[in-house]
């Protein structure tokens, strides 16, 4: 039995996975609002009670919105500031008496697609979760590929390729984490939002944006013709490195169909490559990726436990 659990800021998820894949049981609670011991007992007493009722024990992966560095141990980069500066990994081994992995939310996404998800069979997969931001990570040959410093993958808060015009040089939006001109500035849902109203002075959702343009108004075929085109010069840097077998798309704005035929001609214009466009896939688990991906934390030949196989 594998446990899948993710960590979110308003709610904590547990999955348990069978060993084919199949979901035995699924349970979620509010995330602790206080301090940080509180969230590591909610996570015991989910594993535990989880164990108790279906009668076995399992191994235990955790996909968290941060990482934990390598240099310190301690978790980072996480937007759940509660999280941030505690051993989190060995405080949940210590507690739940097993080794237990902590991955980044991302990472978890891109593993639980390349599992049994829309990546399943390919090499190289690239996940990017857009939405809110811009999160992504990278699997190869069924791991997670977590790199030196833990931000593999992480190229939402790199600056947006070959910019080009006043708007995208002169004007180029300020992003949260200090910098301007992020990826993520130009490509999440609330950037789309601000761009288009920027430009227009209409406040329009991004659903009504991408219905407006597909209907033909003219304001929202250049947004949405701006969106892709900076979207596609930002996977292009990606492909330009890891090259991947193919691309899966999550969060919010994975919901685009447009998306998958938009992308992959404009990515193969701004790539080094002529034998064909990266494949770019809708994903296949939608919100669920963050826990089955934590599950597939540990693979077959792993025991955690110290059980027989
Ligand atoms: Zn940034």
Not at 152 to 163: K, R
Not at 285 to 305: F, I, K, Q
Request: aromatic letters at 6%.
């Amino acid at each position: 039995m594998r446990f899948g659990i993710d960590l979110g800021g308003t709610k904590i998820e547990i999955l348990a996975l069978g060993d084919r894949g199949e979901e035995r049981l699924r349970h979620r609670i509010s995330t602790p609002r206080d301090n940080y011991d509180d969230i590591v007992r909610a996570i015991r007493d989910l594993v535990y009670d989880t164990e108790a009722k279906l009668g076995c024990r399992g191994s235990v992966g955790v996909a968290i919105p941060g990482a934990i560095s390598r240099k310190t141990g301690l978790v980072k980069n996480a937007n759940s500031t509660r999280l941030i500066g505690h051993p989190l990994d060995k405080d949940l081994s210590a507690a739940l008496h097993r080794e237990v992995r902590i991955e980044n939310d991302a990472n978890c996404f891109a593993l639980s697609e390349a599992t049994d998800g829309a990546g399943a069979g390919y090499d190289i997969v690239f996940g990017i979760i857009a939405g809110t931001g811009i999160g992504s990570g990278i699997c190869v040959g069924g791991r997670v590929l977590s790199g030196a410093h833990s931000i593999a993958g992480e190229w939402g808060h790199n600056p947006l390729p070959a910019p080009r015009g006043r708007q995208e040089i002169d004007e180029a939006p300020r992003c949260y984490c200090g910098r301007q001109g992020c990826i993520e500035s130009w490509c999440s849902g609330p950037s789309l939002v601000s761009l288009y109203e920027k430009r227009t002075g209409n406040k329009l959702s991004v659903p009504e944006i991408v219905e407006a343009a597909r209907r033909g108004d003219a304001a929202c075929i250049a947004e949405m013709e701006a969106f892709y085109d900076r979207f596609a010069r930002s996977i292009a840097t990606v492909v330009g490195i890891l090259d991947p077998d193919v691309i899966v798309m999550g969060g919010g704005l994975s919901n685009i169909e447009a998306l998958y035929t938009e992308l992959p001609p404009r990515v193969e214009r701004y790539a080094f490559t002529s034998e064909g466009p990266t494949k770019i896939v809708k994903n296949v688990h939608g919100d669920s990726s963050g826990v089955r991906g934590a599950a597939w934390l540990w693979r077959e030949d792993e025991s955690p436990l110290g059980l027989p196989k």
